[in-house]
């Protein structure tokens, strides 16, 4: 996807896109591949799957939800930024953080934060579970994009959605998560909307699950990770 197809795909999906936009994805996808040399960011390296895989991809959860009416976002597990750093770009109302376990990461968004000038941004350097422990029902929206499966993804995370807001996980295909509607129900959630769509150009499917947290959590979350990978609650 070159720059010009990309500018034409998000449009189809409501957002424009300025000169200083474009400029700030041009700075991050140098960041992305000077660092990537130092540190195991990403396999996706080539100009073009960068703009299609990590830029677009990242942006398309505006398919599910309209960002311009949220005023927080947390993004689990955020890697190199995708999507918490993209979203940043082009909603820049929004107060962002972004959630790691490897330091390395970490330094890396915090780097890109400053070079691009973003304001409003955090890179945290913690494990999800023990970040939720201390910010119960902070956000309206936390996602996360291709981390771990959806139970464990909610069970460590639900906690940081504020009651009324959303949980919205960004995956490919979407067999084999659906099982979970048990965990969902236990968590106080339900199952707003799915959305099944394929990328431009490769036409890989991918998957946005929005998930309505309808009251608290129960005070037995979030789990540890450990806990979670040995007794799923399925």
């Given at each position: 996807m070159n720059?010009?197809?990309?500018?034409?795909?998000?449009?189809?999906?409501?957002?424009?896109?300025?000169?200083?936009?474009?400029?700030?994805?041009?700075?991050?996808?140098?960041?992305?591949?000077?660092?990537?040399?130092?540190?195991?960011?990403?396999?996706?390296?080539?100009?073009?799957?960068?703009?299609?895989?990590?830029?677009?991809?990242?942006?398309?959860?505006?398919?599910?939800?309209?960002?311009?009416?949220?005023?927080?976002?947390?993004?689990?597990?955020?890697?190199?930024?995708?999507?918490?750093?993209?979203?940043?770009?082009?909603?820049?109302?929004?107060?962002?953080?972004?959630?790691?376990?490897?330091?390395?990461?970490?330094?890396?968004?915090?780097?890109?934060?400053?070079?691009?000038?973003?304001?409003?941004?955090?890179?945290?350097?913690?494990?999800i579970e023990?970040?939720?422990?201390?910010?119960?029902?902070?956000?309206?929206?936390?996602?996360?994009?291709?981390?771990?499966?959806?139970?464990?993804?909610?069970?460590?995370?639900?906690?940081?959605?504020?009651?009324?807001?959303?949980?919205?996980?960004?995956?490919?295909?979407?067999?084999?998560?659906?099982?979970?509607?048990?965990?969902?129900?236990?968590?106080?959630?339900?199952?707003?909307?799915?959305?099944?769509?394929?990328?431009?150009?490769?036409?890989?499917?991918?998957?946005?699950?929005?998930?309505?947290?309808?009251?608290?959590?129960?005070?037995?979350?979030?789990?540890?990770?450990?806990?979670?990978?040995?007794?799923?609650?399925?």
């Amino acid at each position: 996807m070159n720059q010009d197809k990309f500018i034409e795909e998000i449009k189809k999906i409501g957002i424009e896109i300025t000169e200083d936009k474009l400029l700030q994805l041009e700075k991050y996808y140098e960041l992305l591949i000077k660092y990537n040399e130092f540190i195991n960011l990403t396999s996706i390296t080539n100009k073009k799957e960068v703009y299609l895989k990590h830029f677009y991809d990242s942006i398309t959860i505006s398919k599910i939800i309209d960002l311009n009416k949220e005023k927080s976002l947390c993004d689990l597990g955020s890697g190199a930024g995708f999507p918490g750093i993209v979203i940043k770009i082009f909603f820049p109302h929004l107060e962002i953080t972004l959630i790691d376990s490897l330091n390395k990461r970490v330094k890396f968004l915090n780097t890109v934060i400053e070079e691009l000038n973003l304001k409003g941004i955090k890179a945290i350097h913690i494990r999800i579970e023990e970040y939720a422990k201390c910010n119960k029902e902070k956000y309206d929206i936390v996602t996360a994009r291709a981390v771990a499966s959806l139970n464990i993804l909610l069970e460590l995370g639900i906690n940081l959605v504020k009651v009324g807001k959303y949980f919205i996980a960004m995956k490919g295909n979407i067999n084999n998560e659906l099982q979970y509607k048990n965990i969902i129900k236990k968590l106080n959630c339900s199952i707003e909307n799915i959305i099944e769509f394929q990328l431009p150009i490769e036409n890989s499917k991918r998957s946005l699950i929005k998930i309505k947290k309808e009251k608290s959590t129960p005070k037995i979350f979030p789990r540890k990770y450990s806990e979670v990978k040995k007794n799923p609650l399925i």
